[in-house]
């Protein structure tokens, strides 16, 4: 098979990537290892960046999005029971829309089924090759048989355990990593959200997330140990846990009931340094885990594949500018989206090693944003997505 770029991983990443560049008149052919409804049925994300929501208009599929997204102007922070606002409307003149990645990711396969995209799922084996010369291939097994993708680019959308990012060398590809001592449990309920906006605390026991997906379905995380498992949280030992690190004022607002998705995240930070090699491209995750704190994750992912979707259609316009800073201008916003993620991270949760003056420290933060104007704007710009570049 021949296409002009071959888009390893039919993630978000991988899916906006080809209708980006189907938009631009670029053909592509996108494989993955899992199938469309495995990829629809995973739970991550659900904050969207006004320049997320920006990016999947322009690529013509917000219509949903914007009929059933729940714009947010702002969000609290609480530290053992203080409250903060942090009043996004307010201080940035922007907001961030409530939408979940499963959402975002039905919307864009319908978009590509309907206008014809060739996929391949439950492909095996995959491995891209000759990525230094002007004519690499993909390899993989698909339904047992071999097929080779001839293509001019390789797009590397496959995620954290992905081949692309191992396809680059070990003298070449520098990584950046920090592995925190502890996981996010989290729940999905069809109950009403205990507040109208996002809260994200720091209790004495815990961090906790109130989150949603509607005005009738909530999405809740508590910090928890790395040794924890699923079997281990039975709803009550979960609600129990997490009206207490809410605090009872807002705890009273909490409607329980079953959960119907519950599961435990890892929390990384981690940069992968170059994200091109040859003619091989790296975006999203392939290239950079943030932990979840702050919600960066998949619109770090959008933000890549727009600059990645420029650079390419730029170079099929004649101009290669865009393709070769694609790696250094993504590095630059990716680096300072770590920052912000870690940062978030690191005042929101209890640290095991913690000493004394480091809680202290941490309640200090949280006391100079509450009190700052300056300091909230600045959590508050963050939040609602730096510029593109
Ligand atoms: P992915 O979504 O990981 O997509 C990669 C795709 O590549 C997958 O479909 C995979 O099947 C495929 N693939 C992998 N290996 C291969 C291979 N060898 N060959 C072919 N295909 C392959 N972000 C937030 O902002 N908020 C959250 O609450 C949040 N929660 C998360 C929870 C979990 C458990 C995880 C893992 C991530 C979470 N994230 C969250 C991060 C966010 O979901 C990701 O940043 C986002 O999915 C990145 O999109 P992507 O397309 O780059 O990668
Ligand atoms: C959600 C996840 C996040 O990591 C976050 O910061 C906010 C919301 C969510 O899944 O709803």
């Known amino acids: 098979i021949k296409t002009k770029v071959c888009i390893i991983g039919s993630g978000p990443s991988g899916l906006l990537l080809s209708q980006l560049l189907a938009n631009a008149g670029i053909e592509s052919v996108v494989l993955d290892r899992r199938d469309r409804a495995y990829i629809e049925g995973r739970i991550r ?11 999947l208009e ?6 949903r999005l914007h009929r059933e997204g729940l714009p947010h102007d ?22 961030v829309m409530v939408y979940g990645q499963t959402e975002v990711t039905k919307d864009l ?11 391949f799922f439950d492909v095996e084996e995959v491995s891209p090759r000759d990525l230094k010369t002007g004519t690499p291939e993909v390899r993989f097994l698909h339904a047992g048989e071999e097929v080779i993708v001839s293509c001019d680019y390789v797009a590397g959308c ?57 005005a009738t379905r909530s999405r809740y995380y508590i910090q928890c140990d790395l040794s924890d498992k699923v079997e281990d949280w039975s709803d009550a030992r979960f609600w129990e846990e997490f009206a207490t690190r809410l605090g009872p004022e807002t705890a009273d607002h909490l409607r329980t009931g079953p959960s119907f998705e519950k599961s435990i995240a890892p929390l990384r930070s981690f940069v992968a ?18 932990p979840p704190t702050g919600a960066k994750g998949l619109n770090l992912a959008v933000a890549d594949v727009r600059l990645l979707a420029r650079a390419l259609t730029e170079h099929y316009a004649g101009n290669d500018a865009y393709l070769e800073s694609y790696s250094e201008t993504v590095l630059a916003r990716v680096w300072k989206v770590e920052r912000f993620s870690w940062q978030l991270s690191t005042l929101m949760h209890q640290f095991p090693e913690n000493s004394p003056f480091e809680a202290r420290m941490q309640r200090a933060e949280f006391d100079y944003v509450a009190s700052s104007e300056a300091a909230s704007r600045s959590i508050a710009e963050n939040y609602v997505g730096l510029p593109l570049d």
Do not use: C
């Open 45 to 55: 994300a659900g904050v969207l960046e006004q320049g997320t929501v920006a990016a």
């Open 58 to 63: 322009e690529a013509g599929v917000a219509d």
């Open 74 to 95: 702002g969000f609290e922070l609480a530290f053992d029971g203080a409250r903060h606002r942090i009043d996004l409307a307010g201080l940035t003149g922007k907001s």
């Open 109 to 119: 396969f319908d978009k590509r089924v309907e206008q014809g995209q060739q996929f």
């Open 158 to 214: 496959d995620g954290y355990h992905g081949v692309s990012r191992q396809a680059i060398p070990d003298d070449v590809l520098r990584t950046y990593e920090r592995v925190y001592p502890f996981g996010w449990l989290g729940i999905m309920v069809e109950q009403p959200p205990v507040n109208h906006e996002l809260i994200y605390a720091n209790h004495r026991r815990g961090f906790a997330l109130a989150s949603m997906r509607s």
């Open 273 to 290: 340094e170059p994200m091109r090699y040859g003619n091989l491209l790296l975006a999203g995750d392939a290239a950079h885990i943030v």
